[in-house]
């Protein structure tokens, strides 16, 4: 089993935001409100968020044209928030069937996208094209999946204690900085463990140093995914942040990031 003892650490606080160019996902549903608060609180002082809406009439210009009013109303309610609180925001509006659509045509100049969480499991939001199933399933970007509970409760951030997890580690260190969080890593364990403490010793020693501070450390047993939920549950954190090797097809039905992303109780960041 892996073991990591804390040692002082040079104090580098950041308050740099790890995302420049944000675009959070709007409508009408319940999930959006979180998804609007979340992408403003992600966003730092030389970020930019876009508010992106869809509409669609099909066979009816009278459809089409209260379709797109009701989009333009709610993408301009989320500017004026985001404006509100300091951050740069505008909009667009994007002709599309389905919000995930419209979504996934505009992730290629950005750094970040926010949804509201599935209201629906992982196969049931794919039969029914939620937004948040879809865009998590496909996106090549980071995917921020809201939900209410807010971001400063706490992050816990999962590592493999991979080269590939760094960025996730790196991510949640800068956000639990910038917003005063409690920062929990913890380490999912594998068989290959002991020829990736180097790793692990090395991410956590850059995570100190980032944060400023100390932080938890934890290494439970069981499968991954549901360690990471439960973890999340215990410590009633507000953001879950780990990595994702993308799988496709049948492979995709073990993907850990998905599973936490549908389970977790509060918001869920999928770095790629």
Do not use: K
């Not at 509201?116 to 939620?130: C, D, E, F, Y």
């Amino acid at each position: 089993m892996l073991q990591h003892q804390p040692q002082s650490f040079p104090r580098r606080h950041s308050s740099r935001p790890p995302f420049a160019h944000i675009v959070c996902a709007v409508d009408e549903g319940d999930e959006t409100a979180a998804a609007i608060e979340q992408a403003i609180a992600v966003a730092g002082d030389d970020s930019r968020v876009v508010f992106l809406a869809s509409w669609y009439g099909a066979g009816s210009a009278e459809r089409a044209v209260a379709s797109e009013q009701r989009a333009r109303q709610v993408v301009a309610g989320a500017v004026a928030r985001a404006r509100a609180a300091g951050v740069q925001a505008e909009h667009q509006l994007v002709h599309a069937p389905r919000l995930s659509e419209a979504l996934l045509s505009r992730t290629a100049m950005h750094d970040l996208v926010v949804v509201g969480a599935p209201a629906h499991g992982r196969a049931t939001g794919i039969v029914l094209g939620q937004a948040a199933t879809l865009v998590v399933h496909h996106c090549t970007i980071p995917v921020l999946v809201a939900r209410e509970r807010p971001l400063s409760a706490g992050v816990v951030v999962a590592t493999r204690a991979r080269p590939a997890d760094r960025a996730a580690l790196t991510a949640g260190t800068h956000l639990a900085a910038r917003l005063g969080s409690e920062l929990t890593v913890l380490h999912t364990e594998a068989d290959d463990d002991e020829r990736r403490r180097p790793e692990l010793h090395a991410e956590l020693v850059n995570a100190r140093a980032l944060l400023g501070r100390d932080l938890d450390y934890v290494q439970p047993t069981g499968p991954a995914a549901q360690a990471i939920v439960e973890e999340a549950e215990v410590a009633a954190a507000g953001l879950v942040v780990l990595g994702s090797r993308r799988r496709r097809g049948v492979s995709a039905i073990a993907s850990v990031s998905e599973r936490v992303a549908h389970l977790a109780p509060c918001s869920v960041l999928i770095m790629r």
